[in-house]
């Protein structure tokens, strides 16, 4: 009982020391967090007890490495085909997140609609979906900028070309030129995504511009229309979509794409693997302006004989 108390003692007084590898003789080891260090003990929390472990028997430690240490937080690693990034970072509050995401969403005009989009490289990518842009030429990207005064300040870019596009999967990136060193998101695993947790959006319904949304993770693989999309009750309106759903690292895990009209909390968005096999095959849906129906679009087949158009 008295060797209890003075564990109990040393896991809520001591300060944390960090995890090492202790290497014993006959090649025993162990792994833990070490909470306290006298001049013959150290005492290693291994998760369901603590042990104290005297010095004479360690023949050496080692700080064991974690991807969850400081130093790998913030870490941004480019993909292979260099169009996106991921990166390596904590959980934060969605105030904090928008703060850290909103640059990199913008705002998408053509003659017919407009919609969302977020970029995804700082020479000027740009994800949307394919119904935002689908049959138009002129698109408008609208920027919002940090202004000399601290507000936002919107920059409009008129040099937009459509990079390519994917009707089947409703995707479409586009390419801002003459720009540089712009804000951009970061995407994340939609396959590493858990039901129920939080996740936001960021968007522009209605053309009410910068409007976050919040919710949960309904679920991961609802199957609507022949396609797999992630469902959130986070609200998603017209001009929501081409935009981006966050989890609370800042990650993009999804594309919001449409909602069920006159129904509250029946949401989706496009998971960010299917989106990322669609930037990486991005040349097999390359788009030709001289040819408006570029990338693989699927005719439906004949009908019946004697069946009627619906």
Known sequence: MQRILILLAVLCAAPAFGDEVLQLGSGRQIKGKVVKETSETVFVDVGYTILAVPKKEILSRVAERSSTKKGKAGEAKRSKDSIYSTIRREEKSVKDNVLRTSAAVVLISTPRAFGSGFIISSDGYVVTNDHVIQGETKITVTLFEKGKDGGIEKRKIEKVKIVATNADVDLALLKLEGVNDLPIVYLGDSEAAKVGQPVFAIGNPHGLERTVSE????????????????????????????????????????????????????????????????????????????????????????????????
Do not use: C, H, W
Request: proline share 8%; aromatic share 10%; net charge positive.
């Open 215 to 310: 919710g949960i993770l309904s679920t991961l693989n609802r199957a609507y229309d022949g396609r797999i999309y992630l469902q959130t009750t986070t609200p998603i309106n017209p001009g929501n979509s081409g935009g981006p759903l966050f989890n609370l690292k800042g990650e993009v895990i999804g594309v919001t794409n449409m909602g069920i009209t006159f129904s509250e909390g029946l949401n989706f968005a496009i998971p960010t693997n299917a989106v990322k096999r669609f930037l990486k095959n991005r040349e097999a849906f390359a788009y030709d302006k001289d040819n408006p129906n570029t990338g693989y679009r699927y005719l439906a087949p004949p009908r019946k004989p004697g069946a009627s158009k619906q």
